[in-house]
């Protein structure tokens, strides 16, 4: 048996599939405002929102600006002036709509769960959108506690992330943690900084990566996960 005992996972493309949430979401907005829906226009709004959540990563930007930044700047390419967090509003509540799951992500919280293994969330996000989204997957349950960056104060990889959650658990042994997520840049690099194990999920088998990050273990499949704890796919022990 793994000396884990306190399992965190990330949630936006780990347990629930934030792509498929945010191109529904990114749908509404570009409709909204007639803008072609094409891969162009995406990325474009990929780019901006990508770049401005690693300035927040990195302590250089709040929440308050990147919210209030992202979609006025994406639409401000078009030659389209908005009110940001009005849009940005707009967006948030059609991503609190987004109950999808990632592949096997339901087995293995239920086989980790019925095995006795303490379950975390452990994310990065709006509590808000991210409470609503749990709750219309019907995921709540597996949980212990949720951990959401907004109600923190700190996002991922800041190391009072997972100091709060220590804290907040009373067990400050970092060999019963681990850490699951897909963020080499948040996840993997947060778990790094304060000396507990993780695990990659590297789902889109990504093969040229930072070496200067690297994880504890990293799988391509959830269910790769059961192995670590000495449990077989089918859940027997």
Do not use: C
């Amino acid at each position: 048996m793994m000396k884990y005992k306190k399992i965190i996972f990330d949630l936006d493309n780990t347990i629930l599939d934030f792509r498929d949430t945010e191109e529904k979401a990114l749908r509404k907005i570009i409709s909204a405002y007639n803008l072609p829906y094409t891969e162009d226009t995406i990325q474009s709004y990929k780019g901006i929102n990508h770049d401005l959540w690693q300035k927040l990563e990195q302590g250089k930007i709040t929440r308050e600006k990147l919210f209030a930044s992202r979609f006025f700047l994406f639409l401000e390419r078009f030659g389209i002036t908005v009110d940001g967090k009005k849009v940005d509003t707009m967006y948030r509540n059609a991503l609190s709509e987004g109950f999808l799951m990632m592949k096997n992500a339901h087995e293995v919280l239920t086989t980790l769960k019925n095995n006795g293994y303490k379950l975390y969330a452990g994310t990065n996000g709006v509590a808000r959108t991210q409470r609503q989204r749990l709750a219309g997957a019907n995921l709540n349950h597996f949980f212990e506690e949720i951990f959401i960056s907004e109600e923190i104060g700190v996002e991922k990889p800041d190391p009072f992330f997972f100091q709060y959650i220590f804290e907040t658990l009373n067990s400050h042994n970092n060999d019963e943690y681990l850490m699951i997520g897909d963020s080499l840049s948040s996840d993997i690099k947060g778990a790094k900084n304060v000396g507990i194990d993780s695990v990659w999920y590297n789902f889109d088998h990504v093969k040229n990566y930072p070496s200067t990050v690297q994880s504890t273990y990293t799988i391509t499949d959830l269910l790769e996960l059961l192995p670590l704890f000495g449990i077989e796919k089918d859940g027997a022990k």
